[in-house]
């Protein structure tokens, strides 16, 4: 499973990056606005730092107003995914940019045939929400686990980005769902890499190696 880091917080990204765990980025407006700097200018800093997919989204709601966005976003770099809502607009500029050659990210879903319409309408890739899901009392591997099966029956060939991941057991049952991808903000990476018998095992280690040695 590859591993995307959901932010605009380029330190931080880098800092991901330096330890080989970023296969790319999604940003939404409210990432890039808790950053409170330049769009473009994050943008294509993290398109300096992974030349994995970075997403960066629409904020238009017509198709044409997506589809010149889409247009531009994907100049700022070879590796911009444009993040388009699951709308009825957002189907119709996804189905025209999978004909351009400008590859998507249909955000925001939450059902079955919202993936299934999204994966026929060309998009690279589909990010159902799961910890909005579970915020509402819904199960969000029901939805993971069906978007797989649909995939893998047909043979389409849109990637599963699992989205609003909250918990590092959201990270591991992405994996054993077989999901291609997890979006993981950078705080949860701190939770994954850590275990108080990791460290407790570095102490005695050392203190052993200190008697030893003396
Ligand atoms: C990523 O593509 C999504 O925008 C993000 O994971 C949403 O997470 P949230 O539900 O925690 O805001």
Redesign the pocket.
Known sequence: MKF?V?SADVESIQAINEMGLVDGV???P??IAKEGKDFEETIKKICQITAGPV?A?VVGTKADEMIEEAKELAQWSSNVVV?IPMTKEGLKAVSVLSKLGIKT?V??IFNVTQALSAIKAGATFI?P?L??LEDIGTDGFDLIHSCRSIIDTFGYKSEI?G????SIKHVEELALAGCDIA?I?PALFDNMLTHPLTEKGIEQFEKDWEQFTK
């Open positions: 995307f959901d999604t940003t939404n409210s990432i997403s989204e993040k990210n955000t925001l990010s929400f910890g909005r980005i989205a609003s991941v909250r979006t903000p």
